[in-house]
């Protein structure tokens, strides 16, 4: 029960669950070295996959990137959903640990999310009036014996998870080049 939560039962047979293999040692060795003096922070390289493929390094992890076809290869998800991965990772794991601190008896979180760009105008509470922005439709199912004001309150909670606060904030990306 525990792995099906992780499991991507709409996942294609013979799509590959695992990120390429890197063929030479001294890329993984300059990962690693790029990863040691950035901190721990997550570390994007291409990985020769198309004109598009990238490789993800998050500690310990790997994963791939790229853009569908036909730009891209499709070796991996987008960059818009890798962003929604992490919304809705946030979400579910912010649920959670609500819903253990309340004793609460919720099962099972699955949280479905959609990216789309919209015209201001059709956004009612939306700031800017004009032009297009970006909208994220995201979907909360919550499994379990919860009443009707527990699944309220669940869902006033997924709005405060962290990602869902970062999105919401001014946010300055500080970009430099690296020297050497």
């Known amino acids: 029960a525990w792995a099906d939560r ?12 695992t990120p390429p293999e890197v063929d ?10 790029v990863a040691d003096a950035t901190d721990g922070a997550v570390v ?8 598009f ?8 992890h790997v994963l791939v990137a790229d853009e569908p076809l036909p730009l891209g290869q499709d070796t991996g998800p987008s960059p818009y959903d890798l962003l929604l991965a992490g919304l809705g990772a946030c ?11 309340k004793e609460w008896p919720l099962e099972r979180v699955t949280v479905a999310l959609r990216h789309s760009r919209i015209h201001a105008r059709d956004c009612e509470d939306c700031e800017t009036e004009s032009g297009h922005l970006d909208r994220i439709d995201r979907v909360v199912t919550l499994q379990g014996d919860l009443d009707d004001e527990q699944r309220a309150r669940l869902l ?21 080049l690296a020297t050497g």
């Open 24 to 33: 030479e040692v001294s890329e993984v060795a300059e990962v690693a070295k």
């Open 44 to 51: 994007v390289s291409e990985d020769g996959q198309g004109p």
């Open 6 to 17: 992780h499991l991507d039962e709409d996942l294609a047979p013979g799509t590959p669950t």
């Open 53 to 60: 493929g990238q490789r993800v390094t998050i500690g310990r």
């Open 91 to 101: 979400t579910s794991m912010t649920l959670r640990m609500y819903a253990e601190r």
């Open 156 to 176: 006033e909670i997924a709005d405060r998870c962290p990602v869902h606060r970062t999105l919401h904030a001014e946010v300055s990306v500080r970009t430099e």
